[in-house]
């Protein structure tokens, strides 16, 4: 079992009526919150199946995309990074977070130069490796203070690019098990996975990239049977959730939580 796939805790944040205002990148509607609302509870009560304790956060008014909190912290078996999100209206989210994680973590660490931006859905961690992806909302200062803060942890750094037009680098890509990613292959082409076995996205279905592993479960997003059929046949217990709410702000499997094993 690996910290990168294994976890005792997640926690998330319920969305608010605010969720309507949420960024994203094209309108293709409004989401709809009692659909988002049921969509969480099926989320959260399949992380819960694992044997997890999840924390579930209460809604932030004032920050409309507070509901995909990945975007917030780093969770590492040492300790927590908290982030500085590079989206002006999410920036407040991640200093919310800090005293959730300080409850659970003895080590709780964040990046704090005025020029350094950095969101977890950029980052990838593998067991071997952490993997960040460059892009519009994380720099690359970002990614050196956040290489600064974990190698006394033991933990090295690899810095990758996020595709052009990709909002995170796990926007297209997971982590099944600590060799398995399963990625679009615009994203694998850039050779970022050598070294990994890659299951590429069958082409068409690029919106199911971001799954998660927690525990013996796969997450997905439901509606992508071609994807679907791929991970089963790979040997992986799928759970398919619905997702077509936070879709529509750009959001998928790991954005709506924190994954951790606190120390
Ligand atoms: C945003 O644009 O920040 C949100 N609407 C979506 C964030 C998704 N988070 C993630 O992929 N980790």
Same mark, same amino acid.
């Given at each position: ?14 969305? $608010?009526? &605010?969720?309507?205002? +949420?960024?994203?990148?094209?309108? =293709? !509607?409004?989401?709809? /919150?009692?659909?988002?609302? *049921? ?74 130069? $005025?020029? &350094?931006?950095?969101? +977890?859905?950029?980052?990838?961690? =593998? !067991?071997?490796?952490? /993997?960040?992806?460059?892009? *519009?909302r994380t720099n690359a200062a970002g990614i050196a203070e956040l290489t600064r803060l974990v190698a006394p942890w033991g933990h090295k750094v690899r810095e990758v690019l996020t595709p052009p037009g990709v909002l995170h ?64 046949? *790979? ?29």
């Amino acid at each position: 079992m690996s910290f990168s796939t294994h976890f005792s805790h997640a926690i998330t944040r319920r969305p $608010s009526a &605010s969720i309507t205002r +949420g960024l994203r990148a094209v309108d =293709t !509607g409004t989401p709809d /919150l009692a659909l988002m609302q *049921a969509h969480q509870a099926a989320y959260i009560a399949t992380l819960r199946e694992t044997g997890a304790t999840v924390v579930e956060l209460p809604a932030l008014d004032a920050y409309p995309d507070s509901v995909f909190v990945e975007d917030t912290a780093l969770c590492l078996p040492q300790g927590a990074v908290i982030m500085r999100p590079g989206a002006p209206s999410r920036l407040g989210e991640a200093a919310e977070m800090a005293p959730h994680l300080q409850a659970l973590y003895t080590r709780v660490v964040a990046i704090t130069g $005025s020029d &350094s931006f950095i969101e +977890g859905g950029d980052i990838l961690v =593998t !067991g071997r490796e952490i /993997l960040v992806g460059r892009s *519009a909302r994380t720099n690359a200062a970002g990614i050196a203070e956040l290489t600064r803060l974990v190698a006394p942890w033991g933990h090295k750094v690899r810095e990758v690019l996020t595709p052009p037009g990709v909002l995170h680098f796990k926007t297209d890509c997971s982590l099944l098990d600590t060799d398995t990613i399963l990625s679009t292959s615009r994203l694998s082409a850039s050779g970022c996975f050598e070294g990994y076995t890659v299951i590429d996205i069958p082409d068409g279905e690029e919106a199911a990239a971001n799954t998660i592993r927690f525990n013996d479960l796969v997450l997905m997003p439901a509606g992508f049977p071609h994807t679907r059929d791929a991970i089963t046949r *790979a040997g992986f217990t799928l759970r398919e959730i619905g997702n077509s709410e936070c879709a529509k702000l750009d959001g998928g499997m790991s954005c709506l939580s924190l994954r951790f094993t606190p120390s």
